[in-house]
């Protein structure tokens, strides 16, 4: 149905940047919602950041000023860029996209996790 490839996680300090993406492929008809998560081990994934096909934006509080979420649609590709992290932001981050495919409808499909570590 659909596939998504993440990338751009990785070791960075405290006040330094990363930018994560995420690349959606497969039987795609049209993207609607695509968004960022985060998760702790034996937490409850919850949402940073979401994007519409319209490009109205939602950030969650610890996300709102420092992050910033953004879309190609020619690329089927979602971005988020971090800035100012803090150690608090560590986590297991995982993209989220809601597609209409080609044969089945609408779609939800969660990419694989990739690392953001902030440390000194």
């Known amino acids: 149905q659909v596939q998504l490839v993440e990338s751009g996680g990785g070791l960075v300090q405290p006040g330094g940047s990363l930018r994560l993406s995420c690349a959606a492929s497969g039987s795609i008809f049209s993207l609607h919602a695509m968004g960022w998560y985060r998760q702790d081990p034996g937490k409850q994934r919850e949402l940073v950041a979401e994007i519409t096909s319209g490009g109205l934006t939602i950030y969650a509080d610890s996300a709102r000023g420092r992050f910033t979420i953004s879309r190609d649609n020619a690329k089927n590709t979602v971005y988020l860029q971090m800035n100012s992290l803090k150690s608090e932001d560590t986590d297991v981050y995982y993209c989220?996209?809601?597609?209409?495919?080609?044969?089945?409808?609408?779609?939800?499909?969660w990419g694989q996790g990739i690392q953001v570590t902030v440390s000194s």
């Open positions: 989220n996209v809601v597609a209409r495919t080609l044969t089945a409808g609408f779609s939800s499909a």
